[in-house]
């Protein structure tokens, strides 16, 4: 599904006034539309940061395991 520039942009503005002024959390005001991971097609909940945190930790452990000159300096 693609959408057009301009409800894309309202989308975002939307989930702005809604985290913001309503005080909704990220992951409701993704629940509420269906997403798991974003909130607006562009944006993180905590579970998508959760999921690239975790990414991000599992590349750096295995790139610093196979430089070992690194871990001997």
Avoid: C
């Avoid at 005001?29 to 909940?45: E, P, Q, V, W």
């Amino acid at each position: 599904m693609t959408y057009p520039y301009e409800k894309l942009n309202a989308m975002i503005l939307w989930t702005i006034f809604q985290r913001y002024v309503l005080r909704k959390s990220w992951s409701s005001i993704a629940s509420k539309y269906g997403f798991r991971y974003h909130t607006d097609y562009l944006h993180l909940n905590s579970a998508g940061a959760q999921v690239l945190a975790e990414l991000i930790s599992s590349h750096l452990t295995n790139w610093m395991e196979n430089q070992p000159e690194l871990l001997t300096k």
